[in-house]
């Protein structure tokens, strides 16, 4: 049988000792709720999208009990063994975060980051040494805004709009909003003049250009 595999973004890659019985995939998405005079429901007005992410539980176990033979029951230190995966948490000094890493198992590349590594020791010798452990892990997918770009590309506004600023808005945001893509708030800040992102003040009319 296939072993999934963690393949850190650096490191060298490692099989899983057991491979989960389940996995899942949570996909959340971010509204808010806008409240107007005289309705008896809150109008819900979307935000914005939120990556998804994976949770599974990882079985780990070195446990070697006794034999009809007279040999004691033994084992090696299963921390030695989750240890790996728990580092994948820490920060890498090159990269000043941790590393990327992808969950490999089958039909699923699962490429994202570590946000919780829950370990739970569920055995020990005599000497106290763990030997039976399980890891729950959750890895957030990356959002890769090159494929997005590539997936949806952007259908460019027909005719020029105006915007009025208001409190607490920003250039990039006006140019996700209309081309999808924040990167082009330069396009909006030429056809109006501005020098830097941040010239923006409240009730002021921009001109949004059509692309």
Not at 113 to 133: C, H, W
Not at 184 to 195: D, F, H, R, V, Y
């Amino acid at each position: 049988m296939e072993k999934a595999k963690m393949i850190p973004e650096i490191d060298e890659a490692f099989s899983v000792q057991f491979n989960p019985a389940e996995y899942q995939i949570a996909n959340t998405v971010q509204y808010a709720e806008k409240t107007v005079t005289g309705l008896d429901g809150a109008i819900q007005q979307f935000i914005a999208g939120s990556n998804p992410v994976l949770t599974l539980t990882l079985y780990f176990d070195t446990y070697v009990p006794a034999g009809a033979d007279g040999r004691q029951e033994s084992g090696t230190d299963v921390t030695k063994e989750t240890k790996k995966v728990v580092k994948l948490m820490e920060i890498v000094g090159k990269l000043h975060r941790p590393q990327h890493v992808t969950f490999s198992w089958g039909s699923i590349q699962w490429k994202g980051i570590l946000t919780n590594v829950t370990e739970q020791y569920t055995m020990f010798l005599s000497d106290g040494k763990p030997v039976r452990a399980k890891l729950d892990v959750t890895i957030k997918a990356l959002y890769d805004v090159e494929q997005a770009k590539r997936s949806q590309p952007f259908e460019s506004p027909d005719r020029s709009k105006y915007k009025i600023v208001h409190q607490g808005e920003y250039l990039w945001q006006y140019a996700y909003e209309e081309y999808k893509d924040p990167d082009a708030w330069k396009l909006i800040a030429l056809e109006n003049g501005l020098k830097h992102p941040l010239e923006i003040t409240s009730g002021q009319v921009l001109r949004i250009p059509a692309l």
